[in-house]
């Protein structure tokens, strides 16, 4: 089975950086698409930056520039480093995973427990 641990939330001021973690471990055979996605209080959960398994990234609008998702093949982990960061970056963080698990051809998603960003002004 598969299983996802975020860390490196935090309570930071305006303008630091956090950077966060998303460890997969389990019998995973291929990550097709990973991601990191947010929801603050009121608001619907978005997606906030996305890797695929070519290392081709993408990030909404309200963070280019600022955020950087990466990943670490040989740890089966991806990061979210966030720089500059602004009180509306508050929010829950949630890492997700879109994979196969060995032995199945049939792809699946998974989420994180979600990690909490919170930015004082």
């Known amino acids: 089975q598969v299983q996802l641990v975020e860390s490196g939330g935090g309570l930071v001021q305006a303008g630091e950086s956090l950077r966060l973690s998303c460890a997969a471990s389990?019998?995973?055979?291929?990550?097709?698409?990973m991601g990191w996605y947010r929801q603050a209080p009121g608001k619907q959960r978005e997606l906030v930056a996305l890797?695929?398994?070519?290392?081709?990234?993408d990030y909404a609008d309200s963070v280019k520039g600022r955020f950087t998702i990466s990943r670490d093949n040989t740890k089966n982990t991806i990061y979210l480093q966030m720089n500059s960061l602004k009180p509306e970056d508050t929010a829950r963080y949630y890492c997700?995973?879109?994979?196969?698990?060995?032995?199945?051809?049939?792809?699946?998603?998974?989420w994180g427990q979600g990690t909490q960003v919170t930015v004082s002004s």
């Open positions: 997700k995973w879109r994979l196969r698990v060995s032995g199945v051809l049939a792809e699946y998603i998974y």
């Open positions: 389990g019998s995973i055979s291929s990550s097709i698409a």
């Open positions: 890797i695929t398994s070519g290392s081709t990234a």
